[in-house]
């Protein structure tokens, strides 16, 4: 079965089709969207995805006539650089692309980023498709929001450019190795912790077929965590109110990953750690103890980090706060869950809250 | 007098204020605008108009409570690079410039192309503000396209950004070189050629005012170049359309400066030959005579070239125009005149024909 969602933004919205074999389906779908034969598209993936599905994408794209040129950059976050990007415009100039011609994001969120940078620049803008091939994506892919890095600061130079369609092929993501599995799993739960208690509960009791990579089980979280985003940016497009609350466990989370070692956590993995953080707030600033049950239990259950490691720094985490770019005219933005499906963005969040909570996320027992 | 305009674009509307002194009245028109006092802004200009303008900017806006960060590139199109476009944004993130941050382009239209980049790119997009210094200034002011160059193509990394608001002080305008005094009213004369006859008409009879930066006729000039750009885009916000009837000699135009040295022809004085190109095509299409004869008089009267030099190789100017980007799907789209003031944007103009004008403009005797 194929699922298929709308993300709604008015003359920007498009669909998301989730389902087994959509990959070999592709040239129906280019072809319903009217992506442009007369005009060469370029395909955009990595090292590590390239040899696996590009020359099967290549192929049945250009046996229903499409121009198709390829570019394969290095795996991992290192290819979201301004070099990287200019690295891409040069071989769809050279590859002729023209202002109607697509640029095709085949890969896991950075390759999304990145390629829908060169989308939303490549000639003032041109069209885009996303091909995930992580359950990371999932969140990446609907809200249209594109980036490559600066040494300085992550996802600092970029655009919102939606794309005009995506397209999930779930049988990409069984060669998914069990880490990178749990981690796009976060955000998913993420999506329910934020929006939909009965989506939480059912992760509560469907964990085990999701880490069995299930495609039922799958294709049902990435269409639900679709769901909740894409209700979320259909009201707040440009993140200026509702879409803040996505950011739930992102405050302390991505102060990890900007102390952390290269690869010691992952997105995901620093994002669950920042959930517990904020179920801990929020309990703190008198939400049910429910809601950090529940949080701790559906995490623990998917094999995601709980605990922070002892050895961060917690002065070197609260610095890396400060600098994070939530931080608007000097106040702190942060998302306190109030129930299991319900948050609420406050900024008057004391730091020293936020300094005791991320002291507690490094014991060993279970807070409280 | 303060002249004042709107350019139409909905939720994204702004207006351009025109006269003499208002950059020592900056703070109330920033004020008024709302540009934020709590975020840094950045004024980004360049080594020629930095040490003319920008400490009086800076003292203007800090005395008014406005936190100032400076950027001075080098003069010229070279700054117009990716490599310049990181450089700045650095210097926004070294400064703190965060969401609700404002970049500022005083300069000529390389400094609005380039800060409006930073500003469409950085933290996926904050407020732009432009002080154009130049007449040429005035086209590229209306209209939100912004970009960088690549090596192999000029603006072929951009985006569609609009500004919060223009302001135009004459005052800037008096220490103009008369070769960018010409080459900003080419593009003045343009806007009536394609949709103006009685502009033209004024242009015809007031050139000598202009070319003596006479303020009340500069600032009507601009005014009206302005107006008839704000009324195309207005139409076709994201050049689908209609604003291809901005590229009048640009087809042209843009051939000779690719193939020229570098500094032998600015970019007014190339589409003043583009345009004379256009007439020729035109009446050569039908259109009365009278519109050569009309372009070619007020083009002549404000000392743009109107003929090609005949050191220009023709074959590489029809080269050269095979790689512009204005060129979809293989077929030229062409603007041609059919009456002073009119024109209409064709994709059958055989390449004989151009190759024929072309050839046509390196004729000392006028030609027919």
């Known amino acids: 079965m194929v699922r298929e969602l709308t993300v709604a933004l008015g003359e920007r919205s498009y669909p998301i089709y989730i389902g087994e074999g959509l990959l070999q389906e592709a040239a129906s779908y280019f072809d319903k969207h009217g992506v442009s034969k007369k005009s060469p598209l370029m395909i955009v993936t990595d090292s590590h995805i390239g040899p696996l599905y590009l020359e099967a994408l290549e192929n049945v794209l250009r046996a229903s006539g499409f121009q198709v040129v390829s570019a394969v950059v290095p795996a991992g ?5 301004l070099a990287v990007f200019e690295q891409l415009v040069t071989k769809a100039l050279e590859g002729g692309l023209d202002r109607k011609s697509t640029i095709v994001a085949l890969g896991g969120g950075v390759i999304g980023d990145l390629a829908g940078y060169v989308a939303a620049s490549y000639m003032r803008g041109v069209r885009f498709v996303q091909i995930p091939t992580t359950i990371l994506a999932h969140d990446s892919s609907v809200g249209g929001k594109v980036a490559v890095n600066h040494p300085l600061a992550k996802n600092i130079i970029g655009a919102f450019h939606q794309p005009a369609f995506v397209l999930y092929d779930l049988n990409t993501l069984q060669s998914l190795p069990p880490r990178d599995v749990r981690s796009g799993l976060s955000e998913a739960i993420k999506h329910g912790l934020i929006w939909d208690e009965a989506f939480v509960a059912w992760c509560d009791d469907n964990m085990e077929k999701l880490l069995a990579l299930d495609p039922d089980a799958l294709g049902y979280a990435l269409f639900k965590g679709c769901g909740v985003k894409a209700a979320v940016v259909s009201v707040d497009e440009t993140e200026n109110g509702l879409r803040a609350i996505l950011n739930l466990g992102h405050t302390i989370g991505h102060a990890l990953e900007a102390v952390a070692g290269y690869g010691e956590l992952t997105h ?66 942060y998302v306190v869950p109030t129930a299991i499906g319900k948050v609420e963005v406050r900024s008057d969040v004391p730091a020293s809250l936020v300094r005791e909570t991320v002291e507690l996320l490094k014991q060993e027992a279970d807070w409280q």
């Open 77 to 81: 976050e290192g290819s979201k650089s």
């Open 268 to 333: 995901g993995e620093a994002i669950s750690i920042g959930m517990i953080g904020s179920a801990i707030v929020g309990v703190k600033l008198g939400a049910p103890q429910e809601v950090y049950k529940v949080t701790r239990r559906v995490l623990g259950k998917s094999g995601l980090p709980v605990r922070l490691p002892e050895h961060f720094d917690t002065d070197a985490v609260m610095r890396a706060m400060m600098h994070d770019k939530k931080f608007t005219e000097g106040s702190i933005v």
